[in-house]
């Protein structure tokens, strides 16, 4: 009984058999019905979890710093001992492939699979974003499924290249190379350009290409062939790619090539060392490696 | 209230309250603002709440151009910067997120959607290329993307006019600008987004670690290069290989 309920004067409502509070306004009376039971429970035992869970865990702000809980629970420890727990989950098949020469990954069934599924993972989540999800490549994002390499497909050369990045200037042992842009800077004519582009595309076998003047072939040679070679096949150690293929990182119509030849330059790529620990590199190397065009 | 000399209506503070429409609002404003005081007057004493970290210093004016279009943009309805001190988020962003790392925000962008991944340790992660190409049409790199374009970005030239005085502002709340960085702003804006500009080593020296741009002879800023200084740098401030996790146990 509630002291309202004292003072003022309560009656039983004869239509529902429920005491009312003795509240009135304007001839409206408030039913009194008591709470359920199990919530009035429940409510309680909320009260008392809270009081226990402020007893065990971090809770109340002091003037120093908050209470710590008699469990010494933080977040910060937490984490770090389920990455522990998680890494020692892991530790037998890390170990082997970290102990492993790289080399000797591919032809060890298990090996090979541990490796694959670790670096499966790195790449869809730090490499996809550029190389696509099946490693197919885009525009400007060079395809890793074949056989084309820019920098090497040798476990070394791909290592190397996920180590230390591509024209990342913040590595300084980064892969470095860049086109002339012959068009902007003024050393070829835009004739000059699109004659020379006619050549690239004539010996690239393109099936539009069109017959190229014969100054083409010279200006290739003048102008190119120190980089691309005089076969055409490129060269690693700059990251000139093979022309004469059917391989295009910006596309093989003649506005992609012109374009290229105007501006040059080069693709960047990020390097991963120290983002990215040893063991996941090495991963990343044997998956990259296994995709289909490994040498 | 004519029938109240039937029944005595209810006395003392229950009565002021139910027959007062303006004291029951304060006794409600303050019922619900003990929640807020209890937590958030202790951030502003308490001093364990911000790590003692190295590396982490103000946004340099290109960055904070961009910061400012990121909130434009509502980048945050999509995205967080709050790497959780969680087991995966770890594994996939890399290491937590210290409050140290965004003691500068104004507003902080840990937001609380994740539409898109985490951005908190973006920075480096692609290159400016792969930023720009994304920026204007997403599904040019990332087929599945549901981010929506922004090729305006990169028509849009930066207006730059009011960064003085939001440095200063932000002096006010507790952003260590000095007069320098102030008066220097227009100028460092423009160098930082150049690769050769002359004052970009002035840049460098009035902010430690601040990345230049990657296009030569840059002779016009637009919002999408700010939009990509400012996404470039986060996470890169804290060197975490010499961060020590015990010390800022709590």
Not at chain 1, 229 to 241: C, I, L
Not at chain 2, 5 to 19: N, V, Y
Not at chain 2, 54 to 61: A, H, K, L, N, W
């Amino acid at each position: 009984m509630s002291i309202d309920q004292q003072v003022n004067k309560v009656r039983i409502d004869p239509l529902s058999g429920v005491p009312t509070t003795g509240h009135e306004w304007d001839g409206i009376e408030e039913l009194n019905t008591p709470l359920p039971r199990w919530w009035v429970w429940t409510f309680a035992a909320t009260v008392v979890w809270s009081i226990a869970y402020c007893i065990v865990y971090p809770a109340w702000p002091l003037l120093h710093g908050a209470t710590e809980g008699l469990l010494g629970w933080h977040s910060r420890t937490a984490v770090v001992q389920d990455i522990a727990a998680l890494q020692e989950t892991r530790a037998p098949i890390l170990e082997k492939i970290k102990n492993a020469p790289i080399d000797t990954i591919e032809k060890n069934p298990e090996l090979l699979l541990a490796a694959r599924t670790v670096g499966r993972v790195a790449f869809l989540n730090n490499c996809a974003a550029c190389h696509g999800a099946g490693a197919q490549g885009a525009k400007g994002y060079p395809n890793l499924n074949d056989d084309d390499w820019l920098w090497g497909g040798k476990l070394s050369d791909i290592r190397t290249t996920i180590e230390h990045g591509v024209r990342w200037d913040a590595d300084k042992d980064t892969r470095s190379g860049t086109m002339p842009a012959f068009g902007r800077d003024g050393l070829l004519t835009p004739q000059q350009v699109s004659e020379v582009a006619d050549w690239v595309r004539t010996m690239a076998d393109l099936p539009d290409a069109l017959a190229p003047e014969p100054a083409g072939e010279k200006l290739y040679n003048d102008n190119c062939a120190v980089c691309h070679g005089a076969d055409g096949k490129g060269n690693q150690s700059v990251g000139a790619p093979n022309l004469f293929d059917a391989i295009w990182l910006y596309g093989s119509d003649k506005g992609a090539i012109v374009n290229r030849i105007m501006q040059g330059g080069g693709g960047v790529m990020p390097a991963w060392k120290g983002r990215l620990d040893d063991t996941t590199i090495k991963a990343l190397t044997v998956y990259a490696h296994s995709l289909g065009g490994g040498q | 209230m004519s029938n109240a000399t039937h029944h005595a209506p209810p006395s003392g503070l229950q009565k002021l309250i139910e027959t007062n429409s303006m004291m029951l609002v304060l006794g409600i404003l303050l019922m619900v603002s003990v929640g807020g005081l209890v937590e958030i007057v202790p951030l502003f004493y308490l001093k364990n709440t911000i790590e003692k970290v190295d590396g982490v210093r103000p946004y340099t004016p290109l960055e904070l151009a961009g910061f400012n279009i990121y909130v434009r943009e509502g980048c945050y309805t999509c995205h967080s910067q709050m790497i959780r001190p969680l087991r995966d988020e770890v594994e996939r962003y890399g290491h937590y997120s210290l409050a140290a790392e965004s003691m500068y925000d104004h507003p902080f962008q840990w937001g609380s959607k994740r539409n898109g991944p985490d951005l908190a340790r973006v920075g480096g992660k692609y290159s400016n290329d792969w930023q720009r190409d994304h920026l204007r049409d997403p599904r040019s790199v990332v087929p599945s993307s549901i981010m929506p374009g922004y090729p305006f970005l990169s028509k849009t030239l930066l207006n730059g006019e009011h960064l003085a005085e939001q440095m200063r502002v932000l002096r006010i709340v507790g952003v260590p600008y000095s007069d320098d960085q102030i008066d220097n702003a227009v100028a460092d804006l423009a160098a930082q987004a150049s690769s050769d500009d002359a004052g970009g080593p002035d840049v460098q020296k009035r902010y430690p670690n601040a990345v230049l741009g990657d296009v030569a002879g840059k002779t016009s800023v637009t919002e999408e290069d700010a939009l990509i200084a400012y996404l470039q740098h986060l996470g890169v401030s804290v060197d975490f290989k010499l961060y020590d996790d015990k010390a800022n146990i709590r």
